[in-house]
């Protein structure tokens, strides 16, 4: 049951499962989820860490992957990652943590 | 499990209650403390304002009595200083006029109000401002054509009000001993919101420019877009703070740094700071909120903008969410913990779910649904959401119950649990039918988080197809195995409380309700206290604050502390009845627009943060290297303490004090330069040497700002470089203005690459001299 849910976010292999499971947060595994089973094709926009600084190596890699940078601040980044690539970036060895970039609002009682 | 009869009905006792003083109330009748007997209002008392009708009765009263107004102590009560009525007895001492609005039935009637007695001082369609002496005031509220008169009230602008009452004043004049006003000139207050109505006088400049330095907005086209400078001074700019979100944008900055040029009551903290603004929401008309990613990208171009411009920032963030693990370990306070520096302070919003049970924290226990605790979950609308964070120790399982509202007393649905590494997706039936209760989700994938190393469980509940509304249903989390969790009711949803639960029913509390990114560690969080219960409207209605007691904490302001127990808010600063700026674009309500209109009155911990950041601006104009730990710091050990032990997870060390906060924000002492001899000094000793080239910190850990003096407006080249001689980045080079100059380094080279420690040299080139300082990196 586990692998088919993971394996419908990313259409791929068991260690993108593995891979998504260990580093993607509950909410990016569910929001890919959703997307796979809704059939939709577009981009997720998350919140990463690397395992140290992400030089201009580690930016090559993460767009090979799929990874479409905006911010990269030491080992931290942003970027849309389309949700069928989600598990080829959370398998560079590399990228430690993937998060959804959350809604927040504003502050109104 | 039959808790909810007993639910309900102390709902009820409360609907009963409500009703019969609004029976009373809307009867007319007089109810007074005290007052053992009553009769009904007259038609011209209803008329009148509750001022008013004081004034007119306690001046009916002292005739009866025959004293004199002055020497009537229930009349003189009125006259004092403390009180809120413009009352003077400066005219006819037996039959004083009083100001008074009067609204009449249309503006033609102005002329019968002189025939009773007023004196028309201004008219504005059908509304008046009259003097009227206080034995005429019941005849012209006889009148069928007044409909209603209000007493002119003494009273203070909020946002003026809450200066004085934080000490900004006092700062902004330079008082207590500064050495000097501060009013945040050469400092930048970066604020990322709704949107702002950046053509509103307050946020232009004397000689009518724009006082943004740039504006990023996320709603234009896919990528966001930036307008100019020349855009915002020409008025050119398409950016709005659109109606979706209450000019809320407008008036945070308008706290914080707006300068009252359309009222000068209307000071804001920081009124000569330059100004650098985000739209963070992707729609143009502002409804909708803020994606983490791109508060991340907006808060770096700011940053980045700043350091262009080579002046230090306090960035305002208004905003938040209850989603995470409130441990300051979501990727975004990681973000927004890195950026910070020297020179580069955020201020957050604690939140505002004071009043909200959307939290429950305690010890797991029992095998089954049986043996298990459990926490009514009141959702409302279609999506609910709990966010559950525990040790990696603990050893618990998660599953849902759900109730039928018309028979509590059993679950019709009872789900399995879902322990460490487990994914329960099931649709939910009840009992015995093919009612579809919805489809859920409890995904305890994450062993160990990451980032934090917790466990985290996500439930979800959704409407499924051909289900009911889940609404309409009561849920229920129940918990089985061991260990302490804190979960968070998301979405709108509720972990309700009431008296008299059974011992297995673990309501829901407010408790750790301080949001992300509120919980970062190098941020200061703000909490809101009350600081003015009153407003006029622009129809001179005293309008007042609901549930406010002045100096209280503000019923909504979020309380700590975080999930890692560190005390939360750092402190409050003032959040409610806040008059500021009215964005054109947002079509407040009458009540909300203050005396003369452009301002309007909002609440919020989002309105208790800009008046923290207008302040650390204050603090930058003085000490623009100061560090982030070192603001709150000095605002924790100066604030006014309250709430009991300090610091507390209510008001964090207390009230922040503006003046005392200047007056602890010491002179960077650690700051020093060459003289063009190559002496050693202090750079307060060498502020007056043309042409010296100053550097602090020194050493730095990667944020370095410089100072030197241009004599005339010339050529200046600015660089760094290595011991073997290599440039490695270049600050200036170009034409700067007479005046003092203050670049900065971050560290990073030309490429954005982060510079190892070690010895550095600052080399400054101008058409009459060369100077040079060494700095010292310390990563």
Known sequence: ML???????????????????????????????GMARAGETGAI???????????AARMHRLAEAGADLSQVTDEL???RIPARRLGNVARLEFVKSLQLSQERGLLKP | MGMWPRLFIVLAGFAVAGAATADALKSGARIEAGQLSARPATAAELKMDPGLRMAVERARESALRGLPLRSSPRFAALLGPASPFDLRL????RDPALSVFVRLESEQHAAGLTALGARVLVQRGELVLARIPLSRIEPVAEDAAVRALSLSRRWNAVLDSSRARLGVVDVQQGAGGLPQPYQGAGVIVGVLDSGIDYTHDDFRTPADKSRLKGLFDFSQGANGAECRVGQLDSLTCPEIDGSGAVGHGTHVTGIAAGNGRRNSIYVGMAPQADLLFVKGIRDAQSNGGFSDADIVNGVAWMLNRALVLGEPIVINLSLGGQFGAHDGTSL???????????GRI???AAGNEGRNPIHVSYVAQGTDYNSA????????????????WAPASTNMGVGIAVYNPSDPSAPVFISPTATAGQLRQVTAIANGTTIILGNLTID?????????????VLVQVEQAPGGIDPATAIWSIYTTGSGTFDMWALAGSLFPTFSGAPAYFRPGDSDKTVGIPGTAKRILCVGSHVTKTQWVDIDGTLQTQPNATLDAISGFSSRGPSRDGRVLPNFTAAGEAIVSALSKDFPAERKNIALGGSYQKQQGTSQASPHVTGIVALMLQRDPALTPENARSILQQTAQAAGGGIPNNTFGYGRVRALAALQGTPDPLDCVTTLPGGALVRCDEAAAQPLALMAYPTPTTGSLRFRFVAPVRERVHLALYDLLGRRVRTLIDGVVEAGVQTPSWDGDDERGRSMPSGVYLAKLITPGATRSIRLVLAR
């Open chain 1, 3 to 33: 692998l088919i849910v993971a394996g419908m976010a990313c259409g791929c292999r068991d260690a993108d499962v593995k891979a998504i499971e260990s580093k993607c947060d509950a909410p990016l595994r569910q929001q890919a989820e």
């Open chain 1, 45 to 55: 926009e998350v919140l990463g860490r690397a395992d140290g600084p992400i030089d």
């Open chain 1, 77 to 79: 980044f942003t970027a």
């Open chain 2, 90 to 93: 400066d005219d006819d001492a």
């Open chain 2, 332 to 342: 975004q306070e990681q973000f927004l913990d890195r950026f910070v520096g020297p």
């Open chain 2, 346 to 348: 955020i201020v957050a």
């Open chain 2, 373 to 388: 605790l459990e926490s009514a979950w009141v959702l409302t609308g279609p999506v609910g959401v709990v966010d559950l």
């Open chain 2, 444 to 456: 305890a994938l994450t062993t160990a988080d990451p980032n934090n190393g917790a466990r985290n």
